[in-house]
């Protein structure tokens, strides 16, 4: 039993759980193949944050199934979020799957397999969240093996009322500098070129320890013990910004000028039902820190339409939110009820009609402001890093701006050069579109 097919559902986050699973495996012998019908283990690691993403997820568990019960010798694993939430639940209504374990068993996913082949009926394995992972774990990168991801923290302390993540993730835990550098140095070594710090919240890095560790911290000693040319921060809470962070953003080109703030909302009353800890000034006066001490800086949110209690001068400010500020990158999602979460009790629900009819409002408005910041590239020279033949085409390459993220935005059709990829290569651009931009590649000389 060493042949392995890994569906990783979810946020990046749950992605590098997923590579820790690889690298434990294929450390014991367990090779990696494309197709189910040929792998003796089904390893699906799950997201179950919100109800489409446990739908989801379950609808991977039922295809898997079907390769089982063409060939029952097969072994069926599932982990992950909605196996932490839902576990026993699981265990009862598919019993196709031979092993459940959550969020804090990945680590442990050979000895598991091996119980699990060795016992009879459905392994569940659930344990407290309580586990952080540190750089002597093996990882095998799933990602281009010029960019990664580093998890900085595990957890959430925050508490939204909409949110599952603290029941299903546990508690803030942060990995020290020391460690994060040393897994940093090893990915340079493997030819990783852009760097993404994740967390649930990397603002709130050591806020657990006391040992004077932050997150600015943690980034100068990236700086100076790696020359990873592009260093990305993903999910930082807005109270969480620091002068501090802004000061080292703009002293230093390899952190890139992109911020990813998920705001929520603007209502201020709406955020405290949400339970988030600003309110609309608080925004206001942070995204002008953030123009001032980075003109250029893309910034990236999400907002939620349709919580408890929204009312259509909610949305009207939400809409004139995005006219004012005018960020580059906005994911909309529409509020789902969560048993379980606080908000689940609370009282006013919108109707899904008219959830649906705000989330196309706020999508149209955010569209117009997107195409209109995307113009300012036009004509400019901006380095890029190719991603490789683009999936569009294969007579174009593909890459990203700084302005960018992996997975999330947009990204560069090259219409005209070559270029290897994992290189960062200038491209002049030629063409703005909604989400997209077109360009050239210079020649070396720089024409």
Known sequence: ????????????????????????????GFTVVEDPAAADVLLLNTCGFILPAVEEAIDEILRLSEYKRDDPAKMLVVTGCLVQR????????LPEVDLFTGTDGFQDIVPLIRRAAKGKGVLLDLRPAEYLMDSSVPRRLSTPPFRSYLKITEGCDNCCS????????????????????????????????????IGQDI????????????????????????????LRLLYLYPTGISDDLLALMAREERIAPYLDIPVQHVSSLILKRMNRRYDRRDLDLLLAKIRKWLPECAIRSTLMVGFP?????????LLGFL???RLDHVGIFSYADEEGSPAFLLPDKVAEEEKQA????????????????QQRFVGRVEPVLIEGISRESELLLEGRTRFQAPDIDGCVYITAGRADQGEIALVRITEAHTYDLVGELLE????
């Open 203 to 230: 603002t709130a890095y050591a806020a657990d320890r006391r040992d004077g560790s932050t997150l600015v911290r943690l980034l100068e000693s990236i700086l100076r013990e790696t020359a990873i040319p592009w």
């Open 86 to 93: 839902y576990g026993r639940e699981l265990q009862n209504e």
């Open 309 to 317: 209690g929204e009312t259509e001068a909610d949305v009207a400010e």
């Open 444 to 447: 070396k000389n720089g024409k």
């Open 1 to 28: 039993m060493k042949r392995l097919h890994l569906v990783s559902l979810g946020c990046p986050k749950n992605l590098v759980d997923s590579e820790v699973m690889l690298g434990c495996l294929e450390r014991d």
């Open 358 to 373: 705000r989330y196309e409002r706020v999508m149209e408005g955010q569209a117009a402001v997107s195409e209109e910041r």
């Open 162 to 197: 909409y949110c599952m993540i603290p029941p299903i993730r546990g508690r803030l835990r942060s990995r020290t500098i020391a460690d994060l550098t040393a897994e940093a140095r090893r990915l340079e070594g493997l030819g990783v070129r852009e760097l993404t710090m």
């Open 323 to 325: 006219d004012q500020w």
